[in-house]
C-alpha cells in the first residue's frame, strides 16, 4: 500500500484504538450501573429504532457514497461545484430526517409494542422515553457522516477519527455523572451530546478551516442528489447481515432469560474492538486511495491495494480471536464487573467465543464491501447481504431456541461467513479472476489458529495462576485472563512466523517502521 495509505491507516487505527479503549471504560462503567438485567436490556434495545434509522437513511454509508462524488469534483478542479453536491444533498437530508423523526417520536409507544411484546408494560414504557432521547443523535451523525467524507476525500483524516473517540467519551461521562440514580438514562443523554460534539462537531469545525460552504439550496433534480439516491438505495432498502445481524440478537433476545439482550450486546461490544482497530481503521484508509486507482482505471493496483489491506486485517484478526476465545469470561469479569453473575460472565464468555469463530469474517467484510463501492457498485452487497439474511433467519430462530445466546452467536457466526466467502468470489470476476491468495493464506492462518486455541485453553485448565498468586475477584480474573491469552496469542504468533502466513513478514516491517518513527 502507498505511504499515503500507511499514514491514513495510523491515523485510523490510533484514533480507533484509543476509541476503543474508551469503549471499554464505557463497557466498564455499563456493566457496574446496570448490570445483565432488565434495565440494561431496555437500554441496549432503545438503540434498535434509532438505528435502523440511520441504516434506512445510509447513514453509515456517507462515506463511501459520497467520497467518490466530492473527490470528482477535487480531481477536476471544480470545488465549487462539489460545494454545491454536498449542499443539495445535506439539505435533503435535513429535511427528510426531521419528517422521519418527528412521526417516529409520535408513534414510538406503538412501535414498541410491537417489536418488543415480551417486555412488561414498565420496561415498554422506559424504552420509549430513553429511543425518544437516543433518536435525534441520528441526525448528527447522518450530517457528521457527510461532513467527514468530504474531509476524507481530501485525505484529510484526523477530525474524522477522532470523532468516535468523543462520542464514546461523552456516553462514559453520561453514565459517571448520571450514576446509579440516572441509569440508563445518564448514558442515553451521552448519546445524544456525544453525537453533536464528536460525529457532527469535529467534522463540522474541519469543513470550515477547509473553505465549507453550505448554500441553501434543495433541488430534487440535481444530478448529484440522483447519484446519490441511487448509490444510496441499495444500502437504504436492503436488509444485509452487516446491520440486521444486531437486530435479529435484540428482538430474538428478548424473549430469553432476564439479561439476555444485554449479555449478547456485551459480547459484541467486546468484539467489535479488535474489528474497530484492524477492520475499520484499514477499511477507512484504504478507500480513498481505492476510488482513485479504480477512477484511474487501474485495476491491478486496485486490486493489490485490496488484498495486500485483506490479508493484513485477517492476521491481526485471527490473533485477536485467539486471546477472545481463550479468556472470554475472564475478560467479562474485568470489564464489567461484580453486578453480573458468575454464571453470566461465564454464559457471555462461551457467546463470545461462538460469536469469535465469525470475528474474521466481520473484520474484512466492509473492506471486501469497499471495492465493489470503489466501482460504484453497491447493489451487490446489499442484495447479497439480504439474501444471507432471509436464508439464514431460520437458522437464527432455531439456534436461539435451542442454545439461547450461544445459538443466536452460532448463527451470526456461519451468516457472516456465507456472506464473506461469496463476496469475496464475486469480488474476484469484478478484478478479471486475479488470485487474491486467501486459499494460500487459509492454509497456513488456520492451523496457527487452533493451535493458539487449543493451547490457550489446556494451559488454562491445567494451572489456576489466580490460586497460585493467591488474588481474587478483578485480580484473579486479570492474572488468569493474561495467562491464557497471552500464551495463546504467543503460541499463534510463533506458528503464524513458522508457517509463513502471507502478509505477516510486511506487516512486521510497518510495525518495525512506525516503531522507529
Given at each position: ?225 440522483r447519484t446519490y439516491l441511487w448509490r ?59 476510488t482513485r486507482l479504480v477512477a484511474n ?22 490473533g485477536a480471536q485467539v486471546v477472545l ?193
Amino acid at each position: 500500500m502507498s505511504t499515503r495509505v500507511g499514514i491514513a491507516s495510523l491515523i485510523w487505527a490510533s484514533t480507533i484504538l484509543l476509541s476503543r479503549v474508551v469503549g471499554l471504560v464505557r463497557e466498564a462503567v455499563l456493566g457496574r450501573t446496570l448490570g445483565a438485567g432488565a434495565e440494561a436490556d431496555v437500554y441496549h434495545a432503545a438503540f434498535i429504532i434509532p438505528d435502523w434509522l440511520n441504516y434506512l437513511l445510509a447513514g453509515g454509508a456517507l462515506s463511501i457514497v459520497f467520497i467518490p462524488i466530492f473527490g470528482a469534483y477535487l480531481a477536476r478542479d471544480e470545488e465549487e461545484r462539489g460545494w454545491e453536491a454536498f449542499s443539495v444533498i445535506a439539505n435533503f437530508l435535513v429535511v427528510l430526517m426531521l419528517v422521519v423523526m418527528t412521526g417516529l417520536w409520535v408513534a414510538m409507544p406503538a412501535i414498541v409494542d410491537v417489536v418488543f411484546p415480551k417486555f412488561d408494560a414498565s420496561q415498554r414504557a422506559e424504552l420509549v422515553a430513553l429511543t425518544r432521547i437516543v433518536l435525534p443523535a441520528q441526525l448528527f451523525h447522518v450530517l457528521g457522516g457527510l461532513l467527514s467524507a468530504s474531509l476524507q476525500a481530501r485525505d484529510r483524516h484526523a477530525l474524522p477519527a477522532i470523532a468516535p473517540l468523543l462520542y464514546t467519551g461523552s456516553i462514559v461521562a453520561g453514565g459517571l455523572i448520571g450514576g446509579q440514580e440516572a441509569g440508563a438514562y445518564g448514558f442515553a443523554w451521552g448519546v445524544l451530546v456525544g453525537s453533536v460534539l464528536g460525529p457532527f462537531g469535529l467534522p463540522l469545525l474541519g469543513c470550515l478551516r477547509s473553505g465549507l460552504r453550505w448554500m441553501p439550496r434543495l433541488s430534487l433534480r440535481h444530478e448529484d442528489l440522483r447519484t446519490y439516491l441511487w448509490r444510496s438505495l441499495p444500502i437504504m432498502l436492503a436488509f444485509s447481515v452487516v446491520a440486521v445481524d444486531e437486530w435479529i440478537f435484540k428482538v430474538l433476545a428478548q424473549g430469553m432469560d432476564e439479561g439476555s439482550v444485554a449479555i449478547t450486546q456485551y459480547a459484541r461490544n467486546l468484539m467489535k474492538v479488535p474489528i474497530g482497530v484492524f477492520g475499520l481503521a484499514i477499511g477507512a484508509a484504504t478507500f480513498p486511495t481505492l476510488t482513485r486507482l479504480v477512477a484511474n482505471d487501474d485495476r491491478a493496483a486496485a486490486h493489490a491495494t485490496l488484498s495486500q489491506a485483506v490479508q493484513r486485517i485477517l492476521i491481526l484478526a485471527l490473533g485477536a480471536q485467539v486471546v477472545l476465545t481463550c479468556a472470554g469470561p475472564e475478560i467479562s469479569r474485568v470489564i464489567y464487573g461484580g453486578r453480573i453473575t458468575d454464571l453470566q460472565h461465564e454464559t457471555l464468555g462461551l457467546t463470545l467465543a461462538v460469536m469469535c469463530l465469525g470475528l474474521w469474517a466481520w473484520a474484512i467484510q466492509s473492506m471486501l464491501a469497499r471495492g465493489f463501492y470503489a466501482m460504484g457498485k453497491t447493489w451487490l452487497p446489499s442484495l447479497l447481504g439480504t439474501g444471507v439474511v432471509l436464508g439464514c433467519l431460520p437458522l437464527y430462530i432455531a439456534l436461539g431456541r435451542e442454545a439461547a445466546t450461544v445459538g443466536l452467536a452460532a448463527a451470526g457466526a456461519v451468516a457472516i461467513t456465507i456472506y464473506v466467502v461469496v463476496l469475496a468470489i464475486l469480488l474476484r470476476r469484478e478484478f478479471a479472476g486475479r488470485s487474491s491468495g486467501y486459499g494460500a493464506f487459509a492454509a497456513r492462518a488456520i492451523p496457527a489458529l487452533a493451535l493458539g486455541i487449543l493451547t490457550g485453553h489446556h494451559v488454562g485448565q491445567a494451572l489456576d495462576l489466580a490460586a497460585l498468586l493467591g488474588l481474587d475477584g478483578v485480580l484473579a480474573a486479570l492474572a488468569q485472563g493474561a495467562l491464557q491469552g497471552g500464551v495463546g496469542g504467543c503460541v499463534y504468533l510463533i506458528v503464524a512466523v513458522i508457517l509463513r502466513v502471507p502478509g505477516l513478514a510486511e506487516l512486521a516491517k510497518i510495525a518495525k517502521r512506525r516503531r522507529k518513527t
